[in-house]
């Protein structure tokens, strides 16, 4: 099982929706993630395998040599982006 943050600058608004989304998309393909939410914050002492957020904030965060993967979306409630990405981040662990 894989742990995914998923996290924005604040936590409450657009990362909100895209843990509804991600959520949904986890259960509809037996995904086997299970998920946190949280603010950017929540990156200090977060111990698991990747974070997702909008893609902005993943360019941001992918400088930082962070020592899980980072998954960035552009349409948080695109749920075939969300499973494209999510279905990329779990072939990259199967290596």
Do not use: W
Not at 7 to 14: I, K, L, N, Y
Request: net charge neutral; with cysteine; proline share 1%.
């Amino acid at each position: 099982m894989y742990k995914l943050l998923i996290a924005c600058r604040a936590g409450v608004g657009s990362s909100l929706m895209l843990k509804i989304k991600t959520q949904q998309v986890i259960k509809e393909n037996n995904f086997p993630i299970e998920v946190e939410h949280g603010s950017l914050d929540s990156l200090n002492g977060f111990t698991g395998d990747a974070v997702e957020t909008l893609v902005d904030v993943a360019e941001e965060l992918k400088k930082k040599n962070l020592k899980f993967d980072v998954i960035g979306i552009h349409n948080i409630i695109d749920r075939n982006e969300i499973k494209k990405a999510l279905e990329q981040f779990l072939a990259s662990k199967e290596k």
